[in-house]
Every structure is written in structure tokens, then in C-alpha cells.
């Protein structure tokens, strides 16, 4: 007969370890006690067996980081600064001021993207202040992956004073159009956001797509990149995002929207400080970058809508 979880307890790592401890020191001890513990350590579902959440599951601990593999590189190196701004994009004039601007071709297809997104809001007399192109794609961090960050600019109060209302429609807008559509553009995602134009944006560069010129030219620089806190950071989020997804596989559906709705504010607090102190080269903000790079935001944001439809589903009645 199984062994009651209720009444499970750990085993004296103290007098099993003992002789160890005094004779091969503290980190001999600790790693025996790991393995100790790990014995008795509910694991991942197995495939095919629904309900199973491990004999001990109710004495858990929190997840071991062997239960995960991290990649060697998390793509860090990616976001550092390049020799020139994305060369599909970006076309120079002649002359001995050369100024860069957007590639006219792309430039149409942009403007007939954001006008068909427009249309499909239905909301009738609305006032477009600028129509602008941000985020790494505009500035000399881009690199392969980097999403085309298109914002619509337009005052809120325009379509109804309570602007928060309005701000979380447009939210749902744009998300259901930007998980409906992947329109690629030489290799890079299209990402349309409607943007308050009261609402201040910090971005290394911002190009005006209405009026065909920059608002905010990029400058290269060379930032002091701190690599190996940009590193910890993200696999310290990483790891809390797997220990998530370890109480959800083990059925705590409750534990886990708890702690991916934290891990979604703690990383939406994260970047904006960043941004707000050290800009875009922010340990923060590359953080944010390589979560997302690596595919863990993707990962976080599935664990909530999962765990949230786990709790309100009901079997039978």
C-alpha cells in the first residue's frame, strides 16, 4: 500500500550525513543532502497518466535546477551594439550629410498594414496623431530576430474620457490582431501597439512612417554591458518561471497563476525601471530581451491563461 504523503518525512540528513560532514566538509555534506532529498522529490507527469501528482507531492520542494536545461548561450551577445542600422530597412541619401530614412517599399507596406488594423477597430472619426517606428529595429541594438515595433499615436480622450477603459480595448485589440496575423518583413515580425500620444516613450530611435522622418535618430554608442549580471537575471527568472510550470504539471493550478501573475508584474516592473534608468542597454531590459528571445515570456504567459482555465473548469456539474 502507498505510503501516506500526509505523514512523509524527509530523513535526518544530520545523522545520515554525519561522517561525511565532519570528515569532507560543508559542501560534501550539502550535496549529499541534495541527493537525499531529490530521492523523495515529486517529479514531471508522466505522459499518458492524467491526475498523477507524485507520491510526495504534498511534502514538494521547490524545483531542481536539473530538472531544466539551460541553454549554454541565452543569446545575450545578440544585443549588443552594431556597425549599422538594419541594411534591409534602411537606405542612405547621397551627399556628404548622409541621413538614413526607411526603404520606401517598406515604408508603403507598413502604412497599408497599420490602415487595414485601423479599419478593423470600426470606431469612426478617429484622429491619428503619427504613426511611428520604434524599439531595436530603429536603433543600432537590432539584430536577426527583432520585431518591427509599429505604434499608432492618437489622443484616448478622443474616443472616451475613461482612458484606462480605452487603453485596455485597444490592448485586446491588438493582441487578437497580432496572434491572428505573423506578417514577416525581411525576416522580422510585424507588432502594432496603439499608443496614447500624452503617454511618454522611451526608445533610442523613433521614425515618423506618416512623415517619412525621424523623430528621435538613433546615436551609436558603446554601452557598458555587464554580461554576467544581464545572465543572472534572466536565469533566475528563468528558473522561477520553470517552478511554475513544475506546480502546474503537478496539478497546484492555484499555486501557479499565483506565481506567474507575480513573475508578469515583477518583469513588467523590471524592464520599465530599466528603461527609465539606464535605457535600452539596461541589465533589466536585456534580461527582458534574452526571457524573450529564449521564448520564456511566450512560456509565462501560457502558464497563466492555462492555470486560470484549469481553476474555472469544472467536470460534470
Do not use: C
Not at 518561471?241 to 504539471?249: Q, V
Amino acid at each position: 500500500m502507498p505510503e501516506d504523503p500526509t505523514k512523509f518525512q524527509f530523513p535526518d540528513i544530520s545523522l545520515a550525513t554525519q561522517k561525511e560532514r565532519t570528515q569532507g566538509g560543508v559542501l560534501d555534506w550539502l550535496r549529499t543532502a541534495s541527493e537525499l532529498t531529490r530521492k523523495h522529490k515529486p517529479r514531471f507527469v508522466p505522459e499518458g497518466v492524467k491526475g498523477w501528482k507524485g507520491l510526495y507531492a504534498g511534502a514538494q520542494f521547490s524545483f531542481n535546477r536539473d530538472d531544466y536545461q539551460y541553454p549554454a548561450s541565452l543569446g545575450i551577445s545578440d544585443f549588443v551594439v552594431q556597425e549599422e542600422l538594419e541594411p534591409n530597412f534602411w537606405v542612405y541619401d547621397s551627399g556628404p550629410e548622409s541621413n538614413s530614412r526607411i526603404h520606401p517599399v517598406i515604408l508603403e507596406r507598413l502604412l497599408v498594414i497599420t490602415a487595414d488594423f485601423v479599419n478593423s477597430l470600426n470606431l469612426h472619426n478617429i484622429h491619428i496623431d503619427d504613426i511611428i517606428l520604434t524599439g531595436s529595429i530603429a536603433s543600432y541594438n537590432w539584430y536577426e530576430h527583432s520585431d518591427i515595433d509599429v505604434h499608432i499615436l492618437l489622443d484616448f480622450r478622443e474616443v472616451d474620457e475613461n482612458t484606462e477603459l480605452v487603453k485596455n480595448f485597444f490592448n485586446a485589440k491588438r493582441m487578437l490582431w497580432n496572434k491572428r496575423h505573423e506578417i514577416m518583413i525581411k525576416g522580422h515580425e510585424v507588432e502594432l501597439y496603439l499608443q496614447d500620444t500624452r503617454e511618454p516613450h522611451i526608445s533610442p530611435g523613433i521614425y515618423s512612417l506618416l512623415n517619412d522622418e525621424w523623430v528621435n535618430q538613433p546615436l551609436k554608442e558603446e554601452p557598458m554591458i555587464d554580461m554576467k549580471v544581464i545572465e543572472d537575471k534572466t536565469l533566475s527568472l528563468m528558473r522561477l518561471i520553470d517552478e511554475a510550470d513544475m506546480l502546474f504539471k503537478n496539478g497546484d493550478h492555484k499555486a501557479s497563476l499565483s506565481l506567474a501573475n507575480k513573475l508578469k508584474n515583477k518583469i513588467k516592473r523590471m524592464r520599465k525601471s530599466g528603461l527609465e534608468g539606464a535605457g535600452v542597454y539596461s541589465p533589466e531590459n536585456l534580461a527582458f530581451k534574452a526571457l524573450r528571445k529564449n521564448e520564456y515570456l511566450a512560456k509565462l504567459h501560457e502558464l497563466y491563461t492555462d492555470s486560470y482555465d484549469k481553476i474555472m473548469s469544472m467536470n460534470g456539474v
